[in-house]
């Protein structure tokens, strides 16, 4: 059952990103906001209670994300890939470090994870928490490859894109099976992001990266 939520979702996303986006942006965003919504109605606002041991551990998570955001982008630069990132503005800020982390956690390690746990065949299902854990790895992952079809010029970069989103998407969600708290969730998503963000700065050069 959850398979058609999955498929669902990849053909509003997709025409949203096909037919509207020539008139409003955001509108693949529209699609994620729905689903949420519809999730936190259908599911409950249990977002979790618990969070890491400590504060020092969370740091250490956090430094870890924000290292693997640096280098995952130091690697698209080893082989040479192009992104499309090539300036920052404040709209692409927002988007990279509130919008993306917010959307993106609640959609796959909140709606998404609830979906699949709901359904009557994950009882039957071995070992849960890792199948619940690569299972939304691999739907995260799919949402960023499905820029191929619409920046082919960036192909490479896009697959490469699939490849690491796949194995952030996999530790958040073994995290979320640990401590289920959506908040530390977002901030680890945060994390890495400002690492790639940070590590794209320090390439091109501040004078040199933000849009006029």
């Known amino acids: ?43 409950g606002k249990d977002l979790g209670k618990r969070g890491p041991g400590s504060v020092l551990q969370a740091a250490g998570i956090f430094a870890a994300f924000f290292g693997g955001g640096v280098s995952a982008f130091l690697v698209s630069q080893g082989l040479g890939l192009s992104n499309p990132f090539q300036y920052l503005d404040l709209r692409l800020i927002f988007l990279l470090l509130i919008a993306a982390p917010v959307i993106e956690e609640f959609l796959f390690r909140y709606t998404f994870w609830k979906i699949i746990q709901s359904s009557p065949r ?32 960036y192909r490479d970069f896009i697959l490469y894109q699939g490849c690491y989103t796949f194995v952030v998407g996999l530790v958040l969600g073994l995290l979320k099976a640990k401590w289920a708290r959506m908040q530390d969730l977002i901030l680890f ?6 690492g790639f963000g940070c590590a794209l700065i320090a390439k091109v050069g501040s004078s040199g990266i933000f849009a006029p």
Not at 20 to 38: L, R
Not at 189 to 194: D, E, I, K, Q, V
Request: proline share 1%; no cysteine.
């Open 189 to 194: 998503h945060f994390a890495f992001n400002l």
């Open 1 to 43: 059952m959850w398979i058609l939520y999955f498929v669902l979702y990849y053909i509003l996303h997709f025409l949203s990103l096909l037919i509207f986006n020539q008139w409003f942006e955001y509108s693949s965003y529209v699609v994620d906001a729905g689903f949420i919504v519809w999730a936190l109605s259908a599911f």
């Open 122 to 153: 994950f009882a039957e299902t071995r070992h849960k928490v890792s199948f619940l854990a690569w299972i939304t790895a691999f739907i995260f992952s799919m949402a960023h490859v499905e820029g191929i079809f619409f920046v082919p010029e």
